[in-house]
């Protein structure tokens, strides 16, 4: 990434605070670190470079299926028509977030096999969905 776009970031939660203002303060708030800390405690600053890796990073763990009702799969079948579907499962029709790197949307998964239901562990994109199969 180019440019020296800088953001106060909070890793154990998981989220971006705010971008830094070449001032050194947060372009919502106008606060600094320090102040920033105050909210939240584990706030650092982090370059955009940084920001990609480890968004990218926290998005990108291995997927885990972890064992559902049956009743929950067909309640989040029925809920919005999906994004993508085979014989083996399904993306919920609306994404929960997008990939940081490369801005694909990002699903809740199921599937089935036989009688047994299974859901993501983090959400996949349609290209993770098509090679879990």
Known sequence: MEGNVRYFVSVPR???????TSAGRSMVFGETLDEIRVRYPDAQEMDEGELVTWKSSVQHTP???A???G??????LCILPPAAQSSA???VGEPMDHDFSTGEPRYTAFRQDGTRYYESSRP???R??????
């Open 67 to 69: 064992e559902i009702s």
């Open 128 to 133: 993770e969905f098509r090679r879990a199969r």
């Open 14 to 20: 998981g989220c971006i605070i705010d971008t830094v």
């Open 89 to 91: 499962g399904f993306l």
């Open 63 to 65: 997927i885990a299926w």
């Open 124 to 126: 996949i994109t349609r």
């Open 71 to 76: 009743d929950k799969y067909e309640e989040m």
